[in-house]
């Protein structure tokens, strides 16, 4: 089986969010790898890909069987994507935030 995956216009703008923040910062550091953000972003995008297949082996994020977490491993620490099992054929990506961030409930 296949799932359909879609972003809700927030978790694109998260996505734009963490690029701009790794970038900023690679910009501010002495020597920083500009490369970096691309590299996070195509991390993100690649755990979104694994949804395609396998959505419900994340982690729940709550009572609902169909709420979960994709974790999404980058660099010493990687970021965290909360999902939604909305149907047989499609999962929604509602939030991504950087592990070290706040939650976004």
Do not use: N, W
Request: with cysteine; aromatic share 10%; hydrophobic share 45%.
């Amino acid at each position: 089986m296949t799932f359909r995956v879609r972003l809700t216009r927030e978790a694109e703008a998260d996505v734009e969010r963490l690029f701009d923040f790794v970038l900023q910062r690679e910009l501010e550091r002495d020597g920083g790898d500009l490369s970096l953000a691309e590299q996070a972003v195509a991390a993100i995008r690649a755990g979104f890909a694994t949804l395609k297949t396998s959505p419900f082996t994340c982690r729940k994020a709550g009572p609902s069987p169909f709420l979960r977490e994709l974790i999404i491993p980058f660099g010493r620490s990687g970021y965290v994507a909360l999902i939604e099992i909305e149907s047989a054929t499609e999962v929604v990506v509602v939030a991504v935030r950087h592990q070290r961030e706040d939650d976004y409930y």
